[in-house]
Structures are given as C-alpha cells and as structure tokens.
C-alpha cells in the first residue's frame, strides 16, 4: 500500500513547476569582442579578461 500512495504523490508532482532553481542570468556583449556571455552586468567575456590579465599594462 505504501507503494501505491509513493506512487500516487510522484505522479501528482509531476506536472508542478519547479522553484527555487537557479536564477539565469541575463545575456551580456563583451566590451571587447562583442561575443554574448551572461553575467549580472556589462563588461568583458572570460577570453577578454583572460587576455587582460596576460597583456602589461599601458604606462
């Protein structure tokens, strides 16, 4: 009978939305190459950041 009632409630949950799963993030353009990624706010893309990381600085 547990089996039948275990059943009963997965069949039930089914079909409901599913909450409190991870918030998506917004589509952004990279400053740099104007590639798509998603992030909170506006900025570069990994490889631009990574690249920047790579050059020296500007004096």
Do not use: K, Y
Not at 7 to 34: H, K, M, W, Y
Not at 44 to 58: G, K, M, Q
């Amino acid at each position: 009978m547990a089996d039948s009632q275990s059943n009963a409630r997965l069949r039930a949950d089914a079909g409901a939305p599913i909450s409190g799963g991870p918030a998506v993030l917004p589509f952004q353009t990279c400053d740099g190459c104007e590639r798509a990624f998603r992030a909170p706010e506006p900025g570069h893309c990994r490889d631009c950041r990574r690249r920047e990381e790579w050059l020296p600085a500007a004096a």
